[in-house]
């Protein structure tokens, strides 16, 4: 008995579509990754024993046909620099790609033949059809922007206290000293200066950018970071304004009320704006976090990423409640993957415990488990592209890593120590130490695919179901 099944028109049947977010704060290794997984989808071979799509559900079963990129889908979203992304990986010197900046997109489609599910059973009996298409949309944005959330439910004037604050402690307090000296000089009821306000905005900048650069990642407003297509627009040239007391009718014309007004610009036409145009069709996110960096860096830099992850965590709406439903009112990402990245950068036996102290970390931050209870969610600890290899020291047996860093022209054997279980980590009784390994000169990367880990299994979880 079949009638539960419901009729689909032969559309729906043979294509799926799915848009796929894909976010991390600076450094996480998004650009990498979109470049793997396109260069792995369009390379990889069924009948190769190390494929990087081992773990993938429908190559693993001999029903991936094959991967085609569309060139012509985005009329007016830059689309994802993948051949020069590839071409800096695989070329004489293999080197990482230059990170992306702002929004792109770019579509791939996966042809493949239906398992045995219900789905496929409705789809043979309609058309007797044994294939099937999936079209990818890879949205990728700067994980900056997600920072921007907590800014939506905040007024200028409590923003900007809090921002103060913030950059009055700990390094910051150093990083801040230029910016802070000269939006003091004026009190916020003098009258409004656009050459001012230019500069105050361009000091300010260039404090979050020397926190940037520090490996600090809670930074707003996120566009001042990564403008994106708001370079030079008037809508950035703004910044926290001592002395602007919340409650407060700003006086005409005052500087107060002119950064009051592009505060509120900025809420409306570049957050909202962004998450109206962009967030309405995601499907599925997948957000890369940098722990090890963070790790390296010591306490500070790791509770900023903390701080981070929780501002965006809860803002950011998944699941049953819609991503941004307030804003987009759309129910829409049903899956969310948290990736810990440069899995290959701890030895074999400690990529389980980073990907446990990544999840320990994303249930502390989470306080009102807004995730949890929302979406379908998988931590996963991965590495999009594999450049180091596991080895045992002979003489103790200890694993340790084989890798090339910056400058090197030989591989050499890297100790990288260990990955805390604790979070957050006891920093008085954990050895960890981040090695910048750079990518591999393998010819076989270009035909082949990348090696990963658990890059597959990530793909798997995201799209697996769809292409049954």
């Given at each position: 008995m079949v009638d539960f099944i419901p009729k689909l028109s032969p559309s729906n049947l043979l294509t799926r579509k799915i848009e796929l977010g894909v976010t991390?704060?600076?450094?996480?290794?998004?650009?990498v990754f979109i470049t793997a997984l396109l260069h792995d989808l369009l390379r990889a071979e069924t009948t190769a024993a190390k494929s990087p799509l081992r773990g993938f559900g429908p190559f693993d079963e001999g029903r991936l046909v094959g991967a085609v990129l569309r060139h012509d889908a985005n009329a007016t979203v830059p689309e994802f620099p993948y051949g020069?992304?590839?071409?800096?990986?695989?070329?004489?010197?293999?080197?990482w790609p230059q990170p992306t900046e702002g929004i792109s997109r770019i579509r791939v489609e996966l042809r493949y033949r239906r398992g045995r599910g219900l789905r496929a059973v409705a789809a043979g009996r309609g058309l007797g059809s044994g294939e099937s298409l999936l079209t990818l949309d890879i949205i990728d944005y700067p994980g900056e922007w997600l920072v921007d959330l907590p800014m939506l439910e905040q007024d200028f004037e409590t923003w900007s206290q809090a921002m103060l604050d913030q950059a009055r402690l700990g390094p910051r307090a150093e990083l801040s000293r230029d910016w802070l000296s000269f939006v003091t000089q004026r009190a916020p009821d003098t009258a409004h200066d656009e050459e001012y306000a230019a500069e105050a905005a361009r000091l300010y900048t260039e404090y979050l950018r020397a926190c940037a650069e520090r490996g600090l990642r809670f930074l707003q407003p996120g566009r001042f970071l990564t403008p994106g297509s708001l370079r030079g627009a008037a809508v950035l040239r703004f910044c926290p304004l001592p002395g602007a007391q919340a409650g407060a009718k700003p006086g005409r014309g005052s500087l107060h009320e002119a950064f009051r007004a592009k505060y509120r610009d900025y809420q409306d036409k570049v957050v909202r704006d962004f998450y109206r145009r962009h967030f309405t069709a995601l499907d599925r996110q997948i957000v890369l976090i940098?722990?090890?960096?963070?790790l390296d860096a010591g306490p500070t830099v790791f509770e900023d990423m903390s701080q981070a992850l929780?501002?965006?965590l809860g803002n950011f709406r998944h699941g049953r409640s819609g991503p941004l439903s307030w804003l987009t009112g759309r129910r829409g990402i049903d899956k969310v993957l948290f990736a810990a990245t440069k899995a290959d950068h701890v030895i074999r036996g400690d990529r389980l415990h980073l990907e446990n102290l990544t999840r320990?970390?994303?249930h502390v931050v989470d306080e009102s488990n807004r995730i949890k209870t929302s979406a379908e969610i998988q931590v996963a600890a991965i590495a999009a592209i594999r450049c180091t290899e596991d080895m045992r020291r002979s003489d103790t047996g200890r694993e340790i890593l084989f890798g090339r860093r910056p400058g090197d022209t030989e591989e050499q054997a890297f100790d990288p120590g260990a990955?805390?279980?604790d979070f957050p980590p006891r920093w008085d009784a954990f050895r960890y130490r981040f090695w910048d390994f750079q990518p591999r000169n393998d010819p076989a990367w270009r035909h082949?695919?990348?090696?990963a880990i658990k890059l597959a299994e990530a793909l798997d979880f995201l799209i697996g179901e769809d292409m049954t």
């Open positions: 991390g704060l600076a450094r996480a290794g998004k650009t020069q992304t590839l071409r800096a990986l695989t070329g004489e010197t293999p080197s940098d722990a090890l960096r963070a929780a501002a965006i320990r970390m994303l990955v805390p279980l082949g695919g990348f090696p």
